[in-house]
C-alpha cells in the first residue's frame, strides 16, 4: 500500500470516528422521552379467547415484562406508586391474537405512558404515549406459546436498548436465557 493509500485510509476512518462521536451525542427524538425515567408500572391488556387457548395469561406476561424491567435495574411501580410518581409513567403490554384453523395472527405491542402538559400552554395536559413499538406474527404448532413468550422477550429487548441508550449505564444488562427447544 503507498503512503497516498494508508492516507486516505487514515482519513476515512477518522471521518467515520468523528461522525460516530457526534451521533452519539445526540439522542434520537424516539428515545429522548426515555431519558430520566426510573420506574414504571406496568399494565397488561386481557388476552383474547385465542391466547387463552394456547395457555397464555395475564399473570405470565406481567411476570415476563416485569423480570425484564427489574433484571435491566428499572424499578416496577405499583398503581398507586405510578399515580404519585412524576408523569404516573406505565407501560401498556397488549397481545392480539386471532386463530385461524391451526395458525396464530397476531401482534405484540409495548407503549409507554405519562401525564404531560403543552410547553405552550401548561393548562392542557394529558396522558400521551411517549414511546412504543409493536410487531405482528403469524404462526402454528404445540409451541405456539413458547415462540409467542420469546417474541415477548425481543419486544422488551427493544425496549430496554432504546431505554439504555437515552439512560446510560456502567453494569452490563442481564439476560434471561432462552428455553432450549
Request: with cysteine; charged share 25%.
Amino acid at each position: 500500500m503507498n503512503k497516498r493509500n494508508i492516507f486516505m485510509l487514515l482519513a476515512a476512518a477518522e471521518l467515520c470516528a468523528s461522525a460516530a462521536g457526534l451521533m452519539a451525542q445526540e439522542l434520537s427524538p424516539h428515545r429522548q422521552p426515555l431519558a430520566g425515567l426510573k420506574a414504571l408500572y406496568v399494565l397488561v391488556d386481557n388476552p383474547s379467547n385465542d391466547a387463552k387457548r394456547i395457555n397464555l395469561t395475564t399473570e405470565d406476561v406481567q411476570r415476563t415484562v416485569e423480570t425484564k424491567l427489574k433484571m435491566a435495574g428499572i424499578k416496577v411501580l405499583t398503581v398507586q406508586e405510578s399515580l404519585r410518581a412524576e408523569g404516573g409513567p406505565f407501560m401498556s403490554v397488549n397481545i392480539g391474537m386471532r386463530s385461524r384453523d391451526a395458525i396464530l395472527f397476531g401482534d405484540i405491542a409495548i407503549s409507554v405512558y405519562e401525564r404531560a402538559c403543552l410547553k405552550r400552554d401548561n393548562t392542557m395536559c394529558g396522558g400521551f404515549i411517549t414511546w412504543q413499538t409493536s410487531g405482528i406474527f403469524t404462526t402454528k404448532g404445540k409451541n405456539a406459546s413458547q415462540w409467542l413468550q420469546e417474541n415477548l422477550n425481543d419486544t422488551m429487548d427493544i425496549f430496554l436498548h432504546d431505554y439504555f441508550a437515552a439512560n446510560p449505564r456502567a453494569e452490563p444488562i442481564p439476560t434471561i436465557p432462552k428455553k432450549k427447544k
